[in-house]
């Protein structure tokens, strides 16, 4: 049971908080008249054309591009141009430097080489996308990187 002390203390702190509040004595500052409003519409209006992402999903080691199919159906049907490259070999014996220039020309070869894009990898995947983005110029055009695992 609360005490009458207790709950007018309680009563008191929220009367206060609930209060409203006293006017600024500081001067509001000036405020610039706006323009006046035109109703013209503008001549042939040309809506902007809305970004259409690309989306590179870059698999793991002993993986295949089928790794991704789940998530690449998914981002398909949400609009995505989605590309998903087979790194080969997929067990990296070629070296991350030879997986990352296939990459690069998958990539460029299908989205263009200045077209931005965004990168999600698993594993080996994001090992080659990091060696893609930090030596083969891909962060000038990578707007995300996402890694799983890597």
Not at 80 to 88: C, M, Q, W
Not at 93 to 108: C, S
Not at 118 to 141: D, E, K
Request: aromatic content about 8%; hydrophobic content about 40%.
């Amino acid at each position: 049971m609360m005490s009458l002390a207790t709950f007018s203390a309680l009563a008191l702190g929220l009367l206060v908080l609930c209060a409203p509040k006293a006017a600024s004595a500081r001067p509001q500052p000036h405020r610039f008249p706006l323009p006046p409003v035109t109703h013209q519409k503008p001549v042939n209006p040309q809506p902007a054309a809305p970004e259409i992402g690309r989306v590179v999903l870059v698999h793991g080691f002993m993986d295949t591009g089928g790794h991704w199919s789940h998530l690449e159906r998914r981002l398909t049907a949400r609009g995505f141009r989605v590309i998903v490259p087979d790194l080969k070999p997929n067990d990296g014996r070629g070296g991350l430097e030879a997986l990352a220039h296939g990459l690069k020309k998958d990539i460029d070869s299908q989205f263009g080489t200045n077209r931005s894009i965004s990168i999600v990898a698993f594993s080996m995947g994001g090992l080659v996308s990091r060696y893609y983005l930090q030596n083969l110029n891909g962060a000038t055009r990578c707007k995300n990187f996402f890694t799983v695992s890597t």
